[in-house]
């Protein structure tokens, strides 16, 4: 009888033994798995002559991931850095040879052109992507934003010429019913949803402290 011996070299030969690829996914992320599942209107029993719901579910959800929303707006000629309204400088006015059919500056926010007649989820089923069986923490609900590219600026005058704004990745937080508005905290360079600390963002942000 010998004793096992783990071979100096163990690590290398457990890396050479892997097959393919891992579906696993290895990527940290503070969002939850079915917040990136598309809404599917399919009876979950299996109908004849019909794909699965799981692989209709998973080919929308490939399909969804490679539209974006700057590119889908350029291509019908619309610079998402002209959407946001800005102060009226009569002093800067361009030629109207310049404003091609627009004479006046953008003046009206997005807000008035809002239509969630055909959104697929009501705001409370949006928020609610971020409930994980199992536990009592919401966590965020991916999306994307039109923010300035500057926080300070942007906070202290949201309409000010200076401003570049953008199309940014971003975790919404929570719904405020009465305003109508998200709660938004932009994702940092590796997409996740952190505060000062480094601590994910859970429940919109409150703490038990209030």
């Known amino acids: 009888v010998t004793k096992f011996k783990v071979p100096a070299n163990f690590k290398s030969l457990m890396e050479d033994q892997m097959v393919g690829p891992s579906t696993e996914i290895l990527a940290e992320s503070d969002f939850p798995e079915q917040s990136f599942k598309p809404k599917v209107q399919m009876p979950f029993k299996r109908v004849p002559g019909q794909n699965p719901r799981k692989v209709e579910v998973e080919r929308r959800r490939r ?95 949201p309409k000010s010429q200076e401003l570049i704004y953008k199309w940014i990745d971003v975790g919404v937080l929570d719904y405020d019913k009465e305003t109508d508005l998200y709660l938004v905290h932009k994702t940092d360079e590796k997409g996740l949803v952190r505060d000062e600390e480094g601590r994910p963002i859970l429940n919109g942000g409150r703490t038990p402290e209030g």
């Open 63 to 157: 399909l969804y991931l490679t539209f974006d929303i700057a590119e889908l707006l350029a291509s019908k000629g619309i610079d998402s850095n002209q959407l946001m309204p800005r102060h009226y400088d009569p002093d800067n006015m361009p030629p109207i040879e310049e404003t091609k059919d627009s004479v006046f500056p953008i003046y009206l926010p997005l807000q008035v052109f809002d239509n969630d007649e055909f959104d697929c989820r009501t705001p409370e089923e949006w928020m609610s992507l971020g409930l994980e069986s199992g536990s009592s923490d919401r966590k965020p609900v991916p999306g994307k934003a039109l923010l300035p590219t500057d926080d300070v600026l942007g906070h202290e005058d």
